[in-house]
């Protein structure tokens, strides 16, 4: 995204705000850093997507393998030739800073696992690939890092959850259900510009080849399960609220584990708003006004990543 677009669409696209709306409560520098941290994920996207598009199969092997050195040592790629890895270094320097190294670990671990989802999803666009329904439902819980954002939920509120609260089935749910509303809106919303550019990865688009679905009803499919997520949230959000009550057995730390569940279990409810006036605020999903509805107006469409 060259500077004469940033100032042109950055605005526009609301990524910011996108973040701004889910970690309610976070205190400013942890808000800024994943803000940013979100932003800059947008862009890899993008890099992603144009490095399909045009097939510099060499290039996203160069980033992928440049991104896991970057995740576990960011201070050796601050002053990276590429932008995207020396961008991405900034913003994990940040997010390592808020809680113990026992956080951090996880965090790398999932985000590992969801570049190299990236690898599967660049290898199946790049051969036509459209994943089985399961498959895709599976890859996609990595491509849009479920867990990612669920572990930014930690530094938001101040403390690191320990495993046996952070995978129990009260939380556990909790959160994959607000990941999911998102991922299969996100996959509503995208659809026009992803069959527009021949795209293979979208919950849609696996209905209609594998289910023989028609567009209309796989439209018809993805919004039943968005809904779906809504009705079944509602209920695990009783449970997990109800669980953060059992946590808080009188003792300092009950107490604390308790509030941070609230908080954490109550920003869930928060994904599923800003998830949605995002989709429908943002430029990146206008498609009737582009030019081109396959080519983001945004994007640099040049052989960026080359080098």
């Given at each position: 995204?060259?500077?004469?677009?940033?100032?042109?669409?950055?605005?526009?696209l609301?990524?910011t705000?996108?973040m701004?709306?889910?970690?309610?409560?976070?205190?400013?520098?942890?808000?800024?850093?994943?803000?940013?941290?979100?932003?800059?994920?947008?862009?890899?996207?993008?890099?992603?997507?144009?490095?399909?598009?045009?097939?510099?199969?060499?290039?996203?092997?160069?980033?992928?393998?440049?991104l896991?050195?970057?995740?576990?040592?960011?201070?050796?790629?601050?002053?990276?030739?590429?932008?995207?890895?020396?961008?991405?270094?900034?913003?994990?320097?940040?997010?390592?800073?808020?809680?113990?190294?026992?956080?951090?670990?996880?965090?790398?671990?999932?985000?590992?696992?969801?570049?190299?989802?990236?690898?599967?999803?660049?290898?199946?666009?790049?051969?036509?690939?459209?994943?089985?329904?399961?498959?895709?439902?599976?890859?996609?819980?990595?491509?849009?890092?479920?867990?990612?954002?669920?572990?930014?939920?930690?530094?938001?509120?101040?403390?690191?959850?320990?495993?046996?609260?952070?995978?129990h089935?009260?939380?556990?749910?909790?959160?994959?259900?607000?990941?999911?509303?998102?991922a299969?809106?996100?996959?509503?919303?995208?659809?026009p510009?992803?069959?527009?550019?021949?795209?293979?990865?979208?919950?849609?688009?696996?209905?209609?080849?594998?289910?023989?679905?028609?567009?209309?009803?796989?439209?018809?499919?993805?919004r039943r399960?968005?809904?779906?997520?809504?009705?079944?949230?509602?209920?695990?959000e009783?449970?997990?609220?109800?669980?953060?009550?059992?946590?808080?057995?009188?003792?300092?730390?009950?107490?604390?584990?308790?509030?941070?569940?609230?908080?954490?279990v109550?920003?869930?409810?928060?994904?599923?708003?800003?998830?949605?006036?995002?989709?429908?605020?943002?430029?990146?999903?206008?498609?009737?006004?582009?030019?081109?509805?396959?080519?983001?107006?945004?994007?640099?469409?040049?052989?960026?990543?080359?080098k």
């Open positions: 995204m060259p500077a004469n677009k940033v100032e042109e669409y950055a605005d526009g609301c990524y705000d996108l701004a709306g889910y970690y309610i409560g976070a205190p400013e520098e942890v808000l800024q850093a994943i803000a940013d941290y979100s932003a800059w994920f947008f862009v890899w996207d993008d890099r992603h997507d144009r490095d399909i598009v045009h097939g510099r199969t060499a290039a996203w092997r160069r980033l992928r393998f440049r896991h050195a970057a995740l576990d040592s960011p201070e050796d790629h601050l002053h990276h030739e590429d932008p995207l890895v020396a961008g991405f270094a900034d913003s994990m320097v940040r997010v390592y800073s808020f809680l113990p190294e026992t956080w951090n670990a996880r965090f790398a671990r999932h985000f590992h696992t969801v570049i190299e989802a990236y690898d599967r999803e660049f290898h199946n666009r790049s051969e036509g690939v459209v994943p089985t329904v399961e498959d895709y439902l599976a890859l996609r819980r990595l491509t849009f890092a479920h867990w990612i954002w669920t572990d930014l939920l930690e530094p938001s509120a101040g403390l690191e959850l320990p495993d046996v609260v952070r995978k089935p009260a939380y556990r749910r909790a959160a994959l259900l607000s990941q999911e509303f998102a299969w809106y996100n996959d509503l919303c995208s659809l510009k992803e069959i527009a550019g021949d795209e293979v990865h979208n919950l849609g688009i696996s209905l209609i080849k594998h289910e023989g679905l028609t567009l209309e009803a796989a439209i018809g499919e993805v399960r968005v809904e779906e997520c809504i009705s079944e949230f509602l209920v695990a009783k449970k997990a609220l109800h669980f953060a009550d059992e946590l808080d057995d009188g003792t300092v730390r009950g107490k604390e584990l308790s509030a941070t569940v609230r908080a954490c109550c920003n869930m409810r928060n994904w599923f708003s800003t998830v949605y006036w995002f989709h429908h605020e943002s430029g990146r999903y206008m498609v009737d006004s582009w030019d081109d509805r396959s080519t983001p107006p945004y994007v640099n469409n040049e052989a960026a990543g080359e």
